[in-house]
């Protein structure tokens, strides 16, 4: 398998609404994602290698990560039916993510 590298589209924009949610059953960590983004990209280390080493001396061999990124949708102002990513000069841009953690027992 190539792993992921895709785009979703949240189906609010502009209030903060929760966009993914991931938990890890064996350690009971969980990661919500809240924003007010109208997308996600989802990757999950596709471009790792053994050769990178990470945390504690630890091996990164392919996709032993995963990326949640809130955004624009990718390639937007080249697609006019899709919300416009441009600002212009002197506008305010205003965005808000939340990654709240939490772990079970």
């Known amino acids: 398998m190539n792993g992921y590298d895709h785009n979703y589209e949240l ?4 209030s903060l609404e929760k966009a993914a949610r991931l938990h890890h059953a064996a350690s009971g960590r969980t990661i919500a994602i809240y924003t007010t983004e109208p997308a996600i990209q989802l990757f999950t280390g596709n471009t790792l290698h053994e050769s990178i080493i990470g945390n504690g001396g630890i091996a990164m061999p392919i996709h032993a990560g995963v990326a949640l990124e809130t955004q624009q949708f990718p390639d937007a102002p ?6 416009s990513a441009i ?3 002197g506008a305010a841009y205003v965005s808000r993510t939340e990654y709240r953690f939490a772990v079970d027992g």
Do not use: E
Not at 78 to 83: Q, R, T, V, Y
């Open 87 to 89: 600002i212009r000069p």
């Open 78 to 83: 080249n697609n006019s039916n899709f919300p």
């Open 11 to 14: 189906p609010t924009v502009g």
